[in-house]
């Protein structure tokens, strides 16, 4: 071969390996974004992501007792004291109730103002299907309905909680939303159990666990964001955590072998957010507190044992479970403290953030502690774009 034709292969050959895809200029990672957001962020605006609120707990005109009182109001747009409370406190989500969703053009009105709210916050509902379902029980919407999970879980067919999920979460995603707090991932063992019931799957966790997660799946197909609930589990108990005290006698051991069964697996599965239960275990926790302020509960055996890294939610901290044992302070800090990283519904908006930032500042919750929380809710944030 020639002097000049070998050189020549040379040369062509550099230029193509020159230009391989590894050379293709690339994007900052989605770990690099977050990390950048994070370093841009005040501590208020930091503290901001933590809270998941009502649209009511921006308006400061509004005070309430009860779940009734809310319902009359029928807050159904954002109004000028919503915006003055947010200049000073952002918001990472918001979370609709059936009585702040009239009608298909009021959601498409009210959604994107809640949205443009400051802290860029994630809209969420309860939409599980039965009878929690904010916009199926609505007659105004003309969406599928379901008679219940049991129903489904009754088929023994997960194909058929798959095909839930994805209803839902096309509908769902149609309209604007971001996460759905559903499935629930208890199993209703207690057949005197009065909050759960045919919320569940089943009373058997070989049946309810590849409904769940065959659920989720279909939340995610539609590009809905999924949340198992109530860990660790509000299936074996007599009381309903809305209005007052409820308990488990459980072990973690016979946990372990029921409960946390369809919890593991949704784990497994790679869900992003759980739920938090209001509910007692003194039998795994060593004393009677809710496990959402337990740190037994969320970091010893939810964390380390179970291997969850992703974001854990508090059930509604406006709950009588809550309210009757502490103050909105102490309740907002200690389930920080506990381990949670998104306080939801907290009873007064304000009150709790103001504790939550006075106990970073003064040390009693770290900066690096918040930022873990932070991270994880910015890791979806972005995911969510």
């Known amino acids: 071969m020639k002097l000049w034709m070998l050189a020549a292969i040379l040369t062509c050959g550099s230029l193509l390996t020159s230009c391989t895809s590894d050379d293709i200029p690339v994007g900052p990672s989605p770990e690099d974004k977050v990390e950048a957001q994070l370093q841009k962020m005040t501590l208020r605006e930091k503290v901001g992501q933590l809270f998941f609120i009502r649209p009511e707990a921006l308006d400061t005109t509004i005070h309430w007792k009860e779940y009734a009182d809310l319902m009359p109001l029928e807050l159904q747009a954002v109004n000028n004291c919503m915006k003055d409370v947010n200049e000073k406190y952002p918001v990472g989500g918001i979370i609709l109730y059936a009585w702040n969703i009239k009608d298909e053009a009021q959601l498409a009105q009210f959604l994107p103002q809640l949205k443009a709210l400051n802290g860029q916050p994630l809209m969420c509902i309860d939409e599980e299907g039965g009878r929690v379902a904010r916009i199926a029980n609505n007659d105004n919407f003309h969406v599928k309905k379901y008679e219940s999970m049991a129903s489904i879980g009754a088929t023994g067919d997960p194909k058929n909680a798959y095909e839930c999920g994805n209803t839902i979460g096309t509908y769902l995603n149609h309209y604007g939303f971001d996460i759905d707090f559903a499935p629930v991932a208890d199993v209703n ?21 590849p409904m769940v997660t065959n659920y989720l799946q279909g939340l995610k197909d539609a590009g809905i964001t999924g949340c198992i609930k109530h860990f660790p589990g509000h299936g074996d108990t007599k009381a309903d955590t809305h209005y007052g005290y409820a308990q488990t006698q459980k072990t973690w051991a016979e946990m372990l072998n029921c409960e946390i069964v369809t919890f593991r697996v949704g784990i497994q599965w790679g869900c992003q957010l759980i739920m938090t239960a209001h509910i007692s275990a003194p039998n795994v926790i060593g004393e009677d507190i809710p496990t959402t302020m337990s740190s037994v509960i969320l970091q010893d055996k939810l964390r380390r044992e179970l291997g969850y890294q992703n974001i854990i939610v508090t059930d509604a901290m406006d709950m009588g479970a809550i309210t009757q044992q502490y103050t909105v302070d102490k309740a907002a800090v200690g389930c920080i403290q506990a381990g949670a990283d998104i306080v939801l519904c907290p009873k007064d908006f304000v009150e709790a953030f103001e504790a939550v930032l006075t106990a970073v500042e003064n040390g009693t919750i770290t900066e690096s502690r918040l930022n873990q929380s932070v991270r994880r809710i910015l890791r979806l944030k972005f995911s969510a774009d």
């Open 189 to 209: 063992t207690n057949p005197e159990n009065i909050v759960i019931g045919p919320r569940a799957f089943s009373d058997d966790p070989a049946v309810a666990a």
